[in-house]
């Protein structure tokens, strides 16, 4: 039911009873009173609610909050995210996400409004960090359609394309590889060989421990990885399945491998540490890694270009890209041939040429069969192809 009411001064209140039956009146989207100059207007808004409640739709305006608010809130509900993910996205909320739509009550960010907003973001920043400002939204506002502030969340939108190219872009030959190892201070020069022809990350490799490393049965296993945030070093689990992984080592690695720990194993759990024990940190690819690059004649080169090698040189032995993403340890099929795709034109070659072959020994039965019927003599005609008498 919905009605108006005068009021002593002369404006109009818009009433309107809601599921309990209790009588409501239409509140400004702030949660304030608001009253109408006309009467029209007044009835207008009070059946708009009751047609609100009628279809489901209804939001008790009590519960109305601005998205700052509701975001500081939520923030600290969010589980199984590390300390580095959860300051990313405070980071993302109060630079991007609250100076645009913090003053706003949830119950009007509506999908337009999101739109415009993706929209004004993209001339400002990069389409990876949009998808993230927008997907921590996202978290948000579902988040409130469970806490019954909102309806509904609003919309999907279309966020602006990532035109990046994402492929290994520098790789080393084996020899190459090679020079970097005997360029670099001799207690690193496993770190390099590892990274080289094992394929792990920088991480991987800094928070890999002498328990995941078993030379007898030649194998290493990537089960933690080693992250630095802010000058503290945490040993972290990988983040999906996919990255833990247990690879066999070649025997030349499980020489080096062996050497390394006899003579450099001054570390009680770590396989790769400093002079002093320490482990290493971000600051080991500027004081001995950059030179060695530098004295080798191989700039530019990164660390990551190492993990490029390995795969480079797995491909050039002929491994399938569904062994290359387990050895990686990509998430997905599609993550290895984005990155590594381009190195494989050699192996198309290949496969077009085996086509060719398996062509020319399916058409040859055929090109017999065309040769005999050519040569079988009919009747009234010799071998020649001559009329005979009768």
Same mark, same amino acid.
């Given at each position: 039911?919905?009605w108006?009411r005068?009021?002593?001064?002369?404006?109009?209140?818009?009433?309107?009873?809601?599921?309990?039956?209790?009588?409501?009146?239409?509140?400004?989207?702030?949660?304030?009173?608001?009253?109408?100059?006309?009467?029209?207007?007044?009835?207008?808004?009070?059946?708009? !609610?009751?047609? @609100?409640?009628?279809?489901?739709?209804?939001?008790?305006?009590?519960?109305?909050?601005?998205?700052?608010?509701?975001? !500081?809130?939520?923030?600290?509900?969010?589980?199984?995210?590390d300390?580095?993910?959860?300051?990313?996205?405070?980071?993302?909320?109060? %630079?991007?996400?609250?100076?645009?739509?913090?003053?706003?009550?949830?119950?009007?960010?509506?999908?337009p409004?999101?739109? #415009?907003? &993706?929209?004004?973001?993209?001339?400002?920043l990069?389409?990876a960090?949009?998808?993230l400002?927008?997907?921590?939204?996202?978290?948000?506002?579902?988040?409130a359609?469970? +806490?019954?502030?909102?309806? @509904?969340?609003?919309?999907?939108?279309?966020?602006?394309?990532d035109?990046? +190219?994402?492929?290994?872009?520098?790789?080393?030959?084996?020899?190459?590889?090679?020079?970097?190892?005997?360029?670099? !201070?001799?207690?690193?020069? #496993?770190?390099?060989?590892?990274?080289?022809?094992?394929?792990l990350?920088?991480?991987e490799?800094?928070g890999?421990?002498?328990?995941?490393?078993?030379?007898?049965?030649?194998?290493?296993?990537v089960?933690?990885?080693?992250?630095?945030?802010?000058?503290?070093?945490?040993?972290?689990?990988p983040?999906? +399945?996919a990255?833990?992984?247990?690879?066999?080592?070649?025997a030349?690695?499980v020489?080096?491998?062996?050497?390394?720990?006899?003579?450099?194993?001054?570390?009680?759990?770590?396989?790769?540490s400093?002079?002093?024990?320490?482990?290493?940190?971000?600051?080991?690819v500027?004081?001995?890694? %950059?030179?060695?690059v530098?004295?080798?004649?191989? #700039?530019?080169?990164?660390?990551h270009?190492?993990?490029?090698?390995?795969?480079?040189?797995?491909?050039?032995?002929?491994?399938?890209?569904? !062994?290359?993403?387990?050895?990686?340890?990509h998430?997905?099929?599609?993550?290895?041939?984005?990155?590594?795709?381009?190195?494989?034109?050699?192996?198309?070659?290949?496969?077009?040429?085996?086509?060719?072959? &398996?062509?020319?020994?399916?058409?040859?039965?055929?090109?017999?069969?065309?040769?005999?019927?050519?040569c079988?003599?009919?009747?009234?005609?010799n071998?020649?192809?001559? @009329?005979?008498?009768?």
């Amino acid at each position: 039911m919905a009605w108006t009411r005068r009021l002593p001064s002369g404006r109009w209140q818009a009433l309107y009873r809601d599921a309990a039956g209790r009588t409501r009146s239409f509140k400004a989207p702030d949660g304030g009173s608001f009253t109408f100059r006309r009467r029209d207007d007044a009835k207008k808004a009070a059946e708009e !609610e009751e047609s @609100k409640l009628r279809g489901g739709v209804w939001v008790d305006p009590a519960l109305s909050v601005d998205l700052a608010s509701y975001a !500081e809130r939520f923030m600290p509900t969010v589980l199984h995210h590390d300390p580095a993910t959860v300051d990313r996205d405070r980071s993302l909320l109060h %630079n991007h996400l609250l100076p645009h739509l913090g003053t706003l009550p949830v119950s009007e960010i509506d999908t337009p409004r999101v739109r #415009a907003w &993706v929209g004004q973001l993209a001339l400002e920043l990069s389409p990876a960090t949009v998808a993230l400002v927008y997907q921590l939204l996202g978290r948000i506002m579902r988040q409130a359609q469970e +806490d019954s502030l909102i309806v @509904k969340a609003p919309a999907r939108v279309r966020l602006p394309r990532d035109t990046r +190219d994402r492929r290994a872009d520098r790789w080393l030959t084996a020899g190459e590889l090679e020079m970097l190892a005997g360029a670099v !201070e001799r207690r690193y020069r #496993a770190v390099i060989l590892t990274m080289g022809y094992m394929g792990l990350r920088f991480g991987e490799i800094a928070g890999l421990t002498q328990r995941y490393l078993d030379l007898p049965r030649a194998t290493l296993e990537v089960a933690h990885s080693l992250q630095e945030r802010s000058g503290h070093l945490t040993l972290k689990e990988p983040k999906t +399945d996919a990255s833990r992984r247990k690879l066999p080592l070649p025997a030349f690695l499980v020489s080096e491998l062996a050497e390394h720990l006899r003579r450099f194993g001054n570390h009680p759990y770590h396989v790769f540490s400093g002079r002093e024990g320490s482990l290493l940190r971000k600051t080991w690819v500027r004081r001995h890694f %950059n030179p060695a690059v530098e004295s080798a004649g191989l #700039a530019p080169l990164r660390p990551h270009h190492l993990r490029h090698t390995a795969v480079s040189l797995l491909i050039g032995q002929g491994a399938h890209p569904k !062994e290359i993403q387990e050895w990686c340890g990509h998430s997905s099929f599609a993550v290895t041939m984005n990155v590594y795709g381009h190195l494989l034109p050699e192996r198309h070659e290949k496969l077009a040429a085996l086509l060719d072959t &398996v062509h020319r020994e399916g058409a040859r039965p055929a090109e017999v069969v065309q040769l005999h019927a050519d040569c079988t003599p009919t009747r009234g005609s010799n071998s020649s192809g001559h @009329k005979m008498g009768l």
